[in-house]
C-alpha cells in the first residue's frame, strides 16, 4: 500500500453508563445524525428488558442482559471469496475482535428492524432478550455464519 493506515478512532463513553461499547452500539443505531434520539432508543429498550426479565428476577441489569445477548451474536468465524486459478472459493476465516463487535451489532439492529413489534425500543428490546437467550434471527445468522465456514472447511489451506 502506498498510503499509510488511518488513525484509530476512539469513541467516547456514553453519558449514563460510561461505556464506549454502548457509544459504538448508539452510533451505529442513529439515523441522519440524530444521536439523542438514537441514545432514548437504547436507554429505552434496556428498560423495557429489565422490566419483562425483572418479573422472574429482580436483580436484573439491562446492560448485562445486552451485553450478554451482543457476545451470543458475535461470530468467531466467516467466510471469505478467494479466487485461485479461476474458481472461487469461500474460504473460512477467523473474525477480527474489532470486526467481531462491528457485525454483532450491525446484526442485531438490522434484525431488530425487520422484527414487527410497534416501535423501534419494544424491537430491540425484544431482539436483546431473544439474543440473551440463544435464540433470535441474529443468533441464527451468527450460526448459519459458522455452519457455511465448517461446510468450507476443506478449503482453509487457501487462507490468505
Do not use: C
Amino acid at each position: 500500500m502506498r498510503k499509510s493506515k488511518p488513525k484509530k478512532r476512539y469513541v467516547l463513553p456514553d453519558p449514563k453508563f460510561g461505556d464506549t461499547l454502548v457509544t459504538k452500539f448508539v452510533n451505529s443505531l442513529m439515523i441522519s445524525g440524530k444521536k439523542s434520539l438514537a441514545y432514548g432508543i437504547f436507554y429505552n429498550a434496556l428498560d423495557i428488558v429489565e422490566e419483562r426479565l425483572g418479573k422472574d428476577d429482580p436483580s436484573v441489569n439491562g446492560l448485562e442482559v445486552w451485553k450478554k445477548a451482543l457476545n451470543n451474536i458475535m461470530p468467531g468465524v466467516e467466510v471469505k471469496s478467494r479466487r485461485v486459478g479461476g474458481a472461487t472459493f469461500q474460504v473460512p476465516t477467523e473474525v477480527r475482535p474489532e470486526r467481531k463487535v462491528s457485525l454483532g451489532i450491525k446484526w442485531m439492529i438490522n434484525f431488530s428492524l425487520k422484527r414487527n413489534e410497534k416501535t423501534m425500543k419494544e424491537r430491540l428490546a425484544g431482539e436483546i432478550i431473544a439474543a440473551s437467550k440463544g435464540e433470535g434471527a441474529a443468533v441464527k445468522k451468527k450460526d448459519d455464519t459458522h455452519r457455511m465456514a465448517e461446510a468450507n472447511k476443506a478449503f482453509s489451506h487457501f487462507r490468505f
